[in-house]
């Protein structure tokens, strides 16, 4: 049964990250009801984890002691936070793998894990690039063309807001705000800001980050 709806729960990982925190907290209080079991797991480690599963997403333990972690922090429910906020400093994400050994050590289920994880924006369910591309949309950046820059982006790098590139250069992310008014409409990559930024202007900045990654500039 399980094997049967895996590519079923795959098609709709697209929606994951818009599960509402209520539609959460039912999966989780139908865990702890003992409804569903492992299946109840599968399906929301699918839903919920955008990050596919394949050869490459095994965690790398040359970063960080998992285990090593969990025993300087503790097993208590209060201790969850925490160990999440040191592995993603570590790993820039939570992978899938992860959250299953620290469910398994905490004696929780892992779709309390995702609860948190859903819960708090700081989280993050997907590997990010090496550089992190934010349009910002805010009133002043969307009337001086913010949209027609984001579409842009996304259009050449072929990926949605959130998403990264397969090559695992860039993240593209859209901003509310980044309280840059007069220098509409502003573009942050990294740490660094662009203001008055045109199709032509982002353009070029793509080129020199992807050079920058290759050895040729420096990116700025």
Do not use: W
């Not at 895996?6 to 139908?30: G, K, M, W």
């Not at 929301?44 to 300087?72: A, C, H, N, T």
């Not at 609860?115 to 949309?137: D, H, M, N, S, W």
């Not at 993240?171 to 740490?191: F, H, Q, S, Y």
Request: glycine share 10%; with cysteine.
């Amino acid at each position: 049964m399980i094997r049967n709806n895996q590519s079923a729960l795959r098609n709709f990982s697209f929606f994951a990250i818009r599960l509402p925190p209520f539609a959460i907290s039912l999966l989780v209080f139908a865990q702890k009801c003992g409804i569903g079991g492992e299946r109840l797991d599968f399906a929301f480690g699918y839903m919920v984890e955008l990050e596919p599963r394949g050869e490459d997403q095994g965690v790398d333990e040359s970063r960080i002691d998992v285990m090593e972690l969990i025993e300087k922090h503790g097993r208590k429910r209060s201790d969850l936070i925490p160990i999440l906020q040191e592995i993603q400093g570590a790993f820039g994400y939570i992978p899938r793998d992860v959250v299953e050994l620290i469910a398994k050590e905490l004696g929780i289920f892992p779709v309390e894990v995702y609860e948190i994880l859903t819960f708090y924006a700081q989280f993050r369910l997907r590997p990010r690039g090496k550089f992190t591309i934010k349009v910002c949309l805010g009133t002043a950046c969307h009337v001086m063309g913010g949209h027609d820059i984001f579409d842009y982006v996304s259009n050449k790098l072929e990926v949605q807001a959130g998403g990264t590139t397969k090559d695992g250069l860039f993240t593209l992310e859209r901003v509310a705000c980044l309280g840059c008014c007069g220098m509409a409409p502003v573009v942050v990559i990294n740490d660094r800001v662009y203001g008055r930024q045109t199709i032509q202007s982002v353009d070029e900045l793509l080129r020199r980050y992807s050079e920058a990654s290759e050895g040729i500039g420096d990116g700025g």
